[in-house]
């Protein structure tokens, strides 16, 4: 069973930048590939940004130009830089991790595991 646990999390003014941490407990297929979600008072959990093993990410129209998504192998872990964050940024952000054919544009297909998550909270 794969652990998957977020740090990071915090309070920032609009235009802030934060930093999330996920670190896998080990490597196997099921974490190829590896992404943020957000989930917002009231709303459906939505994808932010995913990446490979390889290192090649995708974003999510929210995140795109904003959002970096890392990855360290040797570390099993993931990161994402969020820059001029906004209000409307604030939610739960869960890590999560999943074979191939994990997408982030769907919730339920393909992901294996998931994290506590870490609450990012953005003030006017």
């Known amino acids: 069973q794969v652990e998957l646990v977020e740090s990071g999390g915090g309070s920032v003014q609009t235009g802030g930048s934060l930093r999330l941490n996920c670190e896998a407990s080990?490597?196997?297929?099921?974490?190829?590939?590896m992404a943020w979600f957000r989930q917002a008072p009231g709303k459906e959990r939505e994808g932010v940004a995913g990446?490979?093993?390889?290192?090649?990410?995708t974003y999510t129209d929210s995140a795109r130009g904003r959002f970096t998504i890392s990855r360290d192998n040797a570390k099993n872990t993931i990161y994402l830089q969020m820059n001029n964050l906004q209000p409307e940024d604030t939610a739960i952000y869960y890590c999560?991790?999943?074979?191939?054919?994990?997408?982030?544009?769907?919730?339920?297909?393909?992901?294996?595991?998931w994290g506590q998550g870490t609450q990012v909270t953005v003030a006017s």
């Open positions: 080990m490597y196997t297929y099921r974490t190829n590939i």
């Open positions: 999560a991790a999943g074979v191939n054919s994990a997408r982030i544009d769907q919730t339920n297909r393909g992901w294996a595991y």
């Open positions: 990446i490979t093993y390889q290192g090649s990410s």
